[in-house]
């Protein structure tokens, strides 16, 4: 028997090495697939490959009649219709590991560029400025990092984040506050982190109580001064609310990798303003975040084929 597997998304060639070792397996990877492309080509997969721009929804699920698995290279799975897949068997499965140095280092980046106005600076000296007054920043070391999220990608912020002299503590339900003082960081309230940190990044999941979490009535419990990450998902932020806190100075920050709609309206008001840091979602774009996600995904994929085995299943009660 022969498997198919549809990749339409762009994912490293190196999965596609992983694929060619099985003979039982062909594949059909063409690149970025448009949606009309996705909805034509689905119903002959036996499984996907994804990464995060395309839109596995009730439509594509129920015109994809052979489909028994989805493997996102890459940990968020917000992009694929978790009940619809359920409900017809689909065995769900993400890489959460393979992204986690590459998002916290860019995570981290994006926070010194934030203290340090680093971007605009830059932008000016090309302008032939030569403006060092209005680029006064702040130092991290003694500051307080808030961390909205403490699973694989929060911990890695936090280890760097201690190594430059930073207080940290973090905000999960699900961690332990033992666990976290293991590592040097303490667990505390949402509204406590709100209240204490010169720093907040985010870092959870998108769910129906994160969703817009960070709003006007949350930023009204902030430190004035307060600077805000983003490099998990857009709509864990009301950008109306925060673009409004920025003009006014009551943030006085953000860096931003990630926004509700991508890539962002031109109408977007969190762009272009001076005191915000924006880059076009890269926090896993590195060679070597796209190698580990792409084989560990193809990888899955075959092991659920050929051998039946599954790993790092988002919805396990479609195992048969």
């Avoid at 680029?135 to 990092?145: A, M, N, Q, W, Y």
């Avoid at 979490?213 to 990450?229: D, E, F, Y």
């Avoid at 009301?238 to 890539?263: C, H, I």
Wanted: overall charge negative.
């Amino acid at each position: 028997m022969t498997y198919h597997v549809l990749i339409p998304d762009q994912v490293h060639p190196s999965a596609l090495d992983i694929l060619k070792a099985h003979p039982e397996i062909a594949f059909t990877a063409p690149g970025q697939m448009k949606r009309d492309q996705l909805l034509a080509a689905v119903p002959e997969a036996d499984a996907l490959i994804i990464r995060s721009a395309s839109k596995i929804d009730a439509e594509v699920i129920a015109a994809a009649s052979k489909l028994k698995l989805i493997a996102r290279a890459g940990v968020g799975v917000d992009n694929v219709d978790i009940p619809a897949a359920t409900a017809r068997g689909i065995v769900v499965m993400n890489t959460p590991d393979g992204n986690t140095i590459s998002t916290a280092e860019h995570t981290f980046g994006l926070m010194l560029a934030l203290a340090r106005w680093i971007p605009q600076a830059h932008a000016t000296l090309r302008e032939g400025k030569w403006d060092r007054k209005t680029f006064t920043g702040v130092e991290l070391r003694g500051k307080t990092l808030g961390i909205i999220g403490f699973g694989r990608i929060g911990r890695a912020v936090a280890r760097r984040a201690l190594a430059f002299d930073m207080t940290v503590i973090a905000h999960d339900p699900f961690v332990s506050a033992d666990f976290a003082a293991s590592l040097g960081v303490t667990l505390v309230a949402l509204d406590d982190l709100y209240a204490q940190s010169d720093f907040i990044t985010l870092h959870a999941l998108l769910t129906d109580e994160t969703r817009e979490m960070i709003n006007r009535g949350s930023i009204a419990k902030m430190k004035a001064s307060v600077r805000i990450i983003d490099a998990a998902r857009g709509a864990l932020i009301n950008e109306s609310d925060l673009a409004e806190a920025l003009k006014s100075g009551r943030v006085a920050g953000a860096a931003l990798d990630v926004f509700t709609e991508e890539p962002p309206p031109p109408d977007n008001p969190l762009i272009g303003l001076p005191n915000v840091v924006h880059t076009p979602h890269l926090a896993a774009s590195t060679e070597d975040a796209q190698i580990v996600v792409a084989v560990e995904a193809a990888g899955l994929i075959a092991d659920a084929l050929l051998k039946n085995e599954y790993k790092n299943v988002v919805n396990p009660e479609a195992v048969k």
